[in-house]
């Protein structure tokens, strides 16, 4: 008869137990140890990697800010010393200068007009390609290539075009002098700005278009709602995180354009045209007075940040908050 099998299992070794408590407090040390270890790299590779686009940011950003500050202070003309302190007379100049408050005015209005004709146009546009209609690929490049051209080019081409006996007077029903009347030199500007500028905020509302639920409009034109109140009720209100930051960029935009009123007018005539950033750059690099040029940048910053600070606080709070909200529940 075979052996039984738990008879054949040999008796356990004698000796002390092992206590696995004791043994857990003893590794406890080396167990936070560790952690600690793990933490101090990822936070060396974080640094690592972090360290040089804050030392660009530092180098790039910062620095001209404060060194712009400190220029602000003085009647400097870029060469020589810095040894003629002025204090706060740069900025009260600027607001005195009435060529620099109407600069500061033609940048409202540039901000008024891209708000309320600009932005409704591309969003109009954006609605009609992202209908189903024939051809709308072909209509999202053509709308968008302005924006892939520089500003440069952009400003010769329109010269060009607007010059007298140009292709605008060939086109127009009336000869005008778009870029030497003072009266609408402003509004022709704007034209080229729109043209240059719309497709980037049309691609904006498109793709916000785009993420809109079909069920939902679908919806309620089963429950009797015409387009209109669709758009109204349903498509606008979902589209509005889009519309706010797209307002957003169209503000700051305006309050830094430069380059084509640089390229176009120079912002002439008679400062017709004139904008901050013209303003400045004429200032200091034409007249040498970058002690009070350095001052309208600073007021430039000023407004931008103010605007920014204004706009995140009181305009794009409820978009940030969910935002947050939708992470956290992750």
Known sequence: MPPRRDSARLPAPAGPAVDPPHRAV?????????????????????????????????????????????????????????????????????????????????????????????????LATAMIVNARVRGRALLRVLFFAPFVLSEVVTGVIWTLMLQPGGLADAVMPVDRQWLADPGIVLYTLFVVISWKYFGFHMILYLTGLQQIPRELEEAAEIDGATKWQVFRHVTLPLLGPTIRISSFLSIIGAIQLFDLVW??????????????????????????QFGYASAVAVIMLVISLAIALFYQRFVLRRDLDGALTSMGAR
């Open 26 to 122: 003893l590794s406890a040390p080396a167990r936070r140890l560790s952690r600690r270890a793990r933490a101090r790299r990822r936070w060396a590779t974080i640094a690592l990697f972090l360290a040089p686009a804050l030392a660009l940011y530092l180098l790039l950003v910062v620095a001209p800010v404060v060194q712009a500050i400190y220029y602000s202070g003085f009647a400097w003309s870029g060469l020589g010393s810095l040894d003629n302190f002025v204090g706060l007379e740069n900025f009260k100049r600027a607001f005195a200068d009435e060529v620099f408050v109407g600069a500061l005015r033609h940048n409202a209005i540039i901000i008024v007009l891209s708000l309320f004709v600009q932005l409704p146009f591309a």
């Open 263 to 288: 390229v176009m007018t120079g912002g002439g005539p008679v400062n017709a045209s004139n904008t901050m950033a013209v303003y400045m750059i004429d200032r200091s690099f034409q007249r040498f």
